[in-house]
C-alpha cells in the first residue's frame, strides 16, 4: 500500500450483543431457534432492540425506516464517537447490505398484493442508496455517502472503497460499514431452497458448525447485525490497528452460487493483501513475500458452515501457506451468517484479537495456541458472483 490506513473507531452489533469476542476462553453460541421462523437464527439481543427502537423515537423521519438503517445509524454514531470525529464534519460514508430493507419491501409487498396499492414511502424506503444516505442525515457529514450491495461481501468491500478515496486523497477520513436484518420467512425459505441452510433440532449443541470438516451437511445459520469501522490515512495516535494490505478477486463460476474446490477466488485476494503489506508499516519492514506470509498470525475466515464454502476456502489457505498455517477462526458458529455486515463483524474480530492479543477459539478445531504475540490477521469474505475480499490487519 501507498501509504498504511489507521482504524481510529469501530462499532459492531450481532447476537453476541456488542462485543464479538470472548475473552473467557470458549463459550456457547449465541444462535436461538425462532419458533415463528422454524428456523436457527442469530437475532440481535433484547438490550440492543430496545436502543434500536429509542433511535427510531428521536425523530419523526426515522419511525419509516428499516431496522437494517436503524442498524447502520447506530453503530455509525459509536464509531465516530471512538474516532473523536464530530458531527458535521468533512469524512465520507460507505455502507453497504446484501439484502438491503428487506423487512419493509415484504411488508409493502404484501400489502400491494392484497390491495393493489402502495404506501407513498415504499419506494424511497426501500431503495438501496437509503442506508447510506440516513447516516449521512443522521451524522450531517460534509462528504460523499455511497450505498452498494455486494452480497456476502459487502462490507469488506466497503472498507476496500474507503481506502480506494483515502489513498487518492479524496477524503482524509471515511466511514465503512454493512447492515443487515434479513431474518423473515422469505428470507430463510431462499436459502432452504438452495439447501444451505442448517436442519438441526431445536436441541442442537452446534446449529451452526461451522469449520467443522467433518459435517456431513450444510449448516449456514442467518443472522443480523452491522458493523461500521472509521478509517483515517496514515498514523495515528489514537489507532486501534491498521490495515496494511488489501486483496480482491473474482473467479469464473459453474452456477451463480459456486465457488471453485480449492477457491481460486480466495487465493488471488489472500496473495495480493500480503502483497500489497510488503514494504509498509512499522519500524519492522517487510520486503519478500516469503516472509510476509510467515508474519501472518491469524485469518478470520468466511466459513459459513456450508460444505463447499468452508473446505474450499480451507484448502485455498493451505494452497497459500502450505504447512506453516497460521491460526484460523470464525465467528459465524456464534453468531450466523450476517450476509452483507459479515466480513466487517470479522474484521471486529480481528481487532479484539490484536487488542487482547488472544485466539478465539471454534469447537470445531483442535486448540492451536501458539506462544507469540498475534500481529498480522488477515479477514476474508466472499459473495455469490465468486467476489472474494482479503484484509490485512496489523497491531497499532
Not at 262 to 272: L, N, R, V
Request: aromatic share 8%; glycine share 8%; proline share 3%.
Amino acid at each position: 500500500m501507498k501509504h498504511i490506513v489507521a482504524l481510529t473507531g469501530i462499532s459492531a452489533i450481532s447476537a453476541s450483543g456488542e462485543d464479538t469476542f470472548l475473552r473467557n476462553g470458549l463459550a456457547n453460541h449465541n444462535l436461538s431457534f425462532d419458533e415463528g421462523l422454524d428456523a436457527w437464527v442469530g437475532k440481535l439481543p433484547k438490550e440492543i432492540q430496545f436502543k434500536i427502537e429509542k433511535i427510531r423515537k428521536e425523530n419523526r423521519n426515522y419511525q419509516a425506516l428499516d431496522p437494517s438503517v436503524l442498524y447502520a445509524m447506530y453503530v455509525s454514531r459509536k464509531a465516530v464517537a471512538q474516532a473523536g470525529w464530530t458531527y458535521g464534519s468533512k469524512f465520507g460514508i460507505n455502507i453497504g447490505s446484501s439484502r438491503g430493507a428487506t423487512q419493509l419491501f415484504e411488508g409493502y409487498y404484501e400489502a400491494f398484493t392484497k390491495s393493489g396499492k402502495t404506501e407513498t414511502l415504499a419506494s424511497p424506503t426501500t431503495t438501496l442508496g437509503n442506508i447510506s444516505s440516513w447516516v449521512a442525515q443522521d451524522l450531517q457529514n460534509d462528504g460523499p455517502d455511497i450505498s452498494h450491495s455486494i452480497t456476502c461481501s459487502t462490507a469488506l468491500h466497503s472498507l476496500l472503497n474507503g481506502v480506494a478515496w483515502l489513498q487518492s486523497s479524496m477524503c482524509d477520513k471515511f466511514l465503512v460499514g454493512g447492515s443487515e436484518a434479513a431474518l423473515t420467512p422469505f428470507t430463510i425459505a431462499q436459502m432452504r431452497a438452495m439447501k444451505t441452510y442448517s436442519r438441526a433440532d431445536k436441541e442442537a449443541s452446534y446449529p451452526c458448525r461451522a469449520l467443522d470438516f467433518n459435517k456431513t451437511e450444510n449448516t449456514m445459520v442467518l443472522g443480523e447485525g452491522a458493523a461500521s469501522v472509521c478509517l483515517e490515512l496514515g498514523t495515528r495516535e489514537h489507532a486501534l490497528a491498521y490495515v496494511v494490505g488489501v486483496g480482491y478477486a473474482t473467479e469464473s463460476l459453474k452456477h451463480a452460487v459456486s465457488i471453485s474446490a480449492e477457491a481460486t477466488c480466495f487465493q488471488k485476494s489472500m496473495k495480493m493483501a500480503v502483497e500489497d503489506a510488503l514494504g509498509t508499516g512499522d519500524s519492522v519492514r517487510i520486503d519478500t513475500i516469503e516472509e510476509m506470509m510467515g508474519a501472518i498470525d491469524a485469518i478470520v475466515m468466511h466459513a459459513p458452515g456450508t460444505l463447499l464454502g468452508d473446505s474450499s476456502e480451507f484448502k485455498a489457505v493451505q494452497a497459500l501457506f502450505g504447512d506453516n498455517l497460521p491460526l484460523l477462526t470464525t465467528n459465524k458458529w456464534k453468531i450466523g451468517h450476517t450476509f452483507g455486515a459479515s466480513g466487517l463483524l470479522s474484521l471486529d474480530l480481528a481487532v479484539k484479537m490484536l487488542q487482547y492479543q488472544q485466539y478465539e477459539e471454534v469447537p470445531f478445531i483442535s486448540p492451536q495456541a501458539k506462544q507469540k504475540e498475534i500481529k498480522n490477521i488477515l479477514v476474508n469474505a466472499v459473495g455469490f458472483g465468486g467476489n472474494a475480499v482479503s484484509i490485512l490487519l496489523r497491531k497499532a
